[in-house]
């Protein structure tokens, strides 16, 4: 969602932030702006739409002329996307200029109350409000001032503020909302996330909850909300500047989708040992729990729904699953007996987060898959779990699930052979069936060169079906909303057997059926559905194992899944759907890596 990026030092604070904000715009936006200050003022330019709308502006601006500034991308919460509403914002005597992420709760209330002050306001935001509080706050004292505007407000927020009496510093301060600090050779930064400045430092202070930093370009202190100051380590990030570039790819999605076999490699080679899956690291005993909820949103719950299967089947461990955003108002049944597996890419999902503290509320253990270090979620939680997949820029998830689902793997057969499921040659016997995935992942993109001429026939489609049974079935949900969020193609995902008590009626001739046939136990079964689809005038593209000679009488085309255990295929048959959904958005020339109405971490209710 919204993006910051803050800098002081003694280079074009202009050109920096800018860059800075074209590297938050896979976050998702509709709107932009800077502020610089210089010579004791604070001059700022915003522009509804794409960044290279502010671009425009502000090259051709020299009042943004400066070594000091801060700027935004927001997604609108309190207000339409326009030019007004765009952040940053200023205080209406001209003092401050603030960024913000985040909902203020109270705004309502505090905008009253400085109505009758006699100020008044140009936006509908709630960013705006916070900026009076902080002006009608202020009697000299910066860092007092905001202290006393944070204690005022309720709900989330990531400020960065700019102030014309203290020239040359930026103020940065959070409540679950994420910011990073970025350590340089005389100058500092900001940020939302370290892609903002990850071209020009890798040494991070992660700002915690209830913490101020005053930045200045050669030093920053950090402050408690009492005041006092506190110590931080600076954190090395491992991620280099080519993961969160193209590198010649024409999408960070294909991208991200080529890179999978090197992202799955290197979630699953560190955790086994001698041989065998150990997750000892982790000191977590497993006999404690009599049952596992699985939680998250959008793509990371269906990598729950694959992980849910898998436990089960293996470590015979009861699972339920719950999306986050429904888990946090249904007064779930778990107790100290349950351990709640969270899972996300960002660590920043605002459900999740509140799903967590509804967990722990009522006295569960939360074990958390997480690609961020650092990241609310993974510092919300009892244990972690990081999936390191490096930086996922596409907001369509690829190797951020596949890397999830790899987790849930390498848990699945600890945990078994932990409560005694399996034995020591089986545990020998699976570890070496996900030793080899990375490579069954690379045939996966080597196999389906062909996916670019299906994608050409069926692009047109405006409906498509996706329909599999058991672990079919879950991977048909993630393919399914792959497809729908690049391509804007309804679809849906149905476990096939369930077609035939309503869904069927939608099936009429033409209608594109994909039909997931990788779980060979169940072949005969999903074939008699393909039947029943074709015989309604269906079209159908099968997803099956590369050696499945029956499949090719049945469908009209068939997407290639190299061979693999059927326990554990899921994470490479959502590669051909991955490539599918892309190259039909490519066709139907959506804007892929950035979708419509989308944010890559949603960060908001
Ligand atoms: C995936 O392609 C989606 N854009 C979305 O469903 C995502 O998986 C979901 O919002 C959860 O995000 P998280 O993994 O960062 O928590």
Redesign the pocket.
Known sequence: MCGIIGFTGTGDARGIILDGLKRLEYRGYDSAGIAIQRNNEINMVKAQGKVDNLVNLAVANDKLIGTCGIGHTRWATHGIPNDINAHPHMSEDGKFAIVHNGIIENQAEIKEKLLKKGMTFKSETDTEVMVQLLSFNYNGDIKKAIMKTVSEVTGSYGIGVLCTDNPGVIYAAKVASPLIIGIGVGENYFGSDITAFINHTKNVIDLDDNELAEIHKDKVIIYDYKGEEIKKEIRKVTWDIAAAEKSGYEHFMIKEIMEQPAAIKATIEPRIKNGKIDFDELNLDILKYNRVLIT?????YYAGCVGKLVIEKLARLHVSMDVASELRYSDPMIDEETLVIV???????AD?IAAIKEAKSKGATVLAIVNVVGSTIAKLSDYVIYTWAGPEIA???TK?YTTQVAVFYMFAVWAAKKLNKIDDKQLEEYTNIIKHLPERAQRALDLNAKVKTLADKYYHNKSIFFIGRYFDYAVCLEGS??LK?ISYIHSEAYAAGELKHGTIALIDEGRLVVAACCYEPLLDKIISNIQQVKARGAEVLALAMEDNKKIFKEADDVLLVPKTNELFMSLVEIIPLQLFAYYVAKNNKCDIDKPKN?A???TVE
């Open positions: 998250a949103c959008g793509s990371a899972v996300s890419q960002s660590g920043e999902t999740t907001v369509a998830t951020g909303l792959k969020e989308l890559k971490s949603v």
